[in-house]
């Protein structure tokens, strides 16, 4: 057997590189190789087109996303990572994939359209009442260009249950170009403690250059 499973559920070692199972056999989101064995397709996982697999491939240490696991998603661009989750999570899950740009929803419809786990939602991540239909979630994951990231990752907290997991991916530069990458990553951590604990924080260079990914938990 040449694909494996990792200490990550769901995602498995394919000759090195990371993949999951695919749960729309035949299709891609991105391009992304796909390999069979055994009757299986895997999809395999580029870490640089991914903060979410960067930050596994840095030593990710919490893994919150199991099958049946209910995620919201914000900045769900065209559907890349949102698709690996898809596969992780399985049919017994949820995927809230909130996005601002009508572009990139048209997108990750017509990518996404027989992951029947996925429901894409255009939305501004600023407005979380729009989207109240989602309810209580077990993740919440932030990746939005926006300054002012620590406050959407709070007012989005109100969907996530107590003592849930929430994951955001920090770029620097998108929040304060005068600063140094270590002195944005300190104002972003002080924004979110009132509401969340601090669990990991991982810088994604060299996959991502200027990036923090901060896993912490609701308190």
Same mark, same amino acid.
């Given at each position: ?62 893994? %919150? ?5 209910? &995620? ?16 992780? &999570? ?29 429901? %894409? ?6 407005? %979380? ?7 209580? &979630? ?15 990752? &709070? ?21 304060d170009v005068t600063l140094k990458p270590h002195e944005v990553y300190k104002k972003v951590i002080e924004g979110l403690s009132d509401t969340f604990e601090i669990l990991e924080k991982i810088e994604l260079d060299p996959y991502e250059k200027h990036h923090l990914f901060i896993v912490c938990r609701k308190k």
């Amino acid at each position: 057997m040449t694909i494996k499973n990792t200490s990550y559920y769901g995602i498995y070692d394919a000759w090195g590189k990371m993949a999951t199972l695919n749960l729309d056999p035949g299709a891609k989101i991105h391009g992304e190789q796909l390999v069979r064995e055994d009757g299986k397709e895997y999809r395999v996982w580029d870490p640089r087109r991914s903060k979410l697999g960067a930050a596994v491939m840095k030593d990710l240490q919490t893994w %919150p996303f199991e099958k049946g696991t209910r &995620v919201l998603y914000l900045g769900a661009a065209a559907g890349v990572t949102p698709s690996f989750i898809s596969d992780i &999570v399985g049919e017994e899950g949820r995927v809230y994939a909130v996005e601002f740009s009508p572009e990139c929803i048209k997108e990750l419809v017509l990518r996404c359209e027989n992951r029947k786990n996925i429901w %894409p939602i255009l939305a501004d991540a600023r407005l %979380p009442q729009k989207y109240d239909y989602v309810g209580e &979630v077990d993740v919440l994951f932030e990746d939005v260009a926006q300054p002012d990231q620590d406050r959407i990752l &709070v007012i989005n907290a109100r969907y996530l249950k107590k003592g849930g997991i929430a994951m955001i991916a920090v770029k620097s530069q998108s929040i304060d170009v005068t600063l140094k990458p270590h002195e944005v990553y300190k104002k972003v951590i002080e924004g979110l403690s009132d509401t969340f604990e601090i669990l990991e924080k991982i810088e994604l260079d060299p996959y991502e250059k200027h990036h923090l990914f901060i896993v912490c938990r609701k308190k």
